[in-house]
């Protein structure tokens, strides 16, 4: 493994307006097969953060959370997008019904509680692990293959840790 991989970075988000412009980074990369694994504790803005990729991809339309529904799919402009919601997820086995494999054949996928997913997660997932720092204020912890590195290079707040 290289010493110099441009992963992990921390990015302080300071407000609505920046997890606004970290969504649209990530949506500016997504493509199909794609996924982007959310993590953090209840409340750290996973939902946010998920609805500012879809709103930057195009979507209009309410976003509701996919909690209870587990899953909510969405056609935008560019590709579809399925947005997971996996924290009522018992057994690996539940993800045949929620289509993940054919999500991911057909457009891009946005998951939180992606640790629910044990080994059916995709191994080259971006990984954002979300803190809160106080009620406005977030950190991102993003990792994930290189090929994303070039999302975040002038993304103003980035700290390597």
């Known amino acids: 493994m290289s010493t110099d991989s441009p992963f992990p970075l921390r990015i302080e988000l300071d407000g609505l307006g920046a997890t606004m412009a970290l969504g649209a980074r990530i949506a500016a990369g997504l493509g199909r097969g794609d996924s982007v694994a959310l993590t953090g504790d209840l409340g750290a803005g996973k939902t946010t953060l998920a609805?500012?990729?879809?709103?930057?991809?195009?979507?209009?339309?309410?976003?509701?959370?996919?909690?209870?529904?587990?899953?909510?799919?969405?056609?935008?402009?560019r590709l579809q997008v399925r947005h997971y919601d996996l924290y009522r997820i018992e057994q690996e086995a539940e993800l045949d019904e929620l289509g993940l494999d054919e999500a991911l054949e057909d457009g891009a996928v946005l998951i939180e509680w992606p640790e629910r997913a044990g080994s059916r997660l995709p191994e080259d997932a971006l990984t954002i692990r979300l803190t809160i720092l106080d009620a406005a204020s977030r950190r991102a912890e993003i990792s994930g293959p290189p090929r994303w590195a070039s999302l975040f290079q002038d993304f103003p707040l980035v700290r390597r840790p």
Do not use: D, I, K
């Open 51 to 77: 609805r500012a990729v879809l709103t930057a991809l195009g979507v209009r339309e309410t976003m509701p959370s996919p909690t209870f529904t587990l899953v909510q799919s969405y056609l935008t402009p």
